[in-house]
């Protein structure tokens, strides 16, 4: 399985971006997603993650009601949008999967992931 995270850029506070995760390989809508980040000298934190079907979502708190994670099957493609953006915010964000089929679950360790993508950067100046 193969993912490729696109999307990133710098940007104003306040401003939005949206990123995107392709994923190769396997049955997408067997697999649950998530995306992550991390910034300079500082641990990957979990950010948002979404459940095999699409019906379940979960969020940092830092986040919370400015980003939306969503996930096209036909497509196998996730989507994070992220609304008034931050300074903090700045980071590099991967997305991550793993397999759980029928389960309509969210996983935030990032342990629970199987696979990862490279990163899109997003810089956000003040």
């Known amino acids: 399985v193969q993912l490729q995270a696109s999307g990133g850029g710098l940007v104003q506070a306040g401003g939005s971006l949206r990123l995107t995760c392709a994923v190769s390989?396997?049955?997408?809508?067997?697999?649950?997603m998530g995306w992550f980040r991390q910034a300079p000298g500082k641990d990957r934190e979990f950010v948002a993650a979404?459940?095999?079907?699409?019906?379940?979502?979960g969020y940092a708190d830092s986040v919370k009601g400015r980003f939306t994670i969503s996930r096209d099957n036909a497509q196998s493609t996730v989507y994070l949008q992220m609304e008034s953006l931050k300074p903090e915010d700045t980071a590099n964000y991967s997305c991550?999967?793993?397999?759980?089929?029928?389960?309509?679950?969210?996983?935030?360790?990032?342990?629970?992931?199987?696979?990862w993508g490279q990163g899109t950067l997003v810089t956000v100046s003040s």
């Open positions: 991550a999967g793993g397999y759980a089929p029928q389960r309509p679950l969210v996983f935030r360790n990032l342990d629970r992931y199987q696979w």
């Open positions: 390989g396997g049955t997408f809508r067997n697999y649950f």
């Open positions: 979404i459940s095999v079907n699409g019906l379940r979502t």
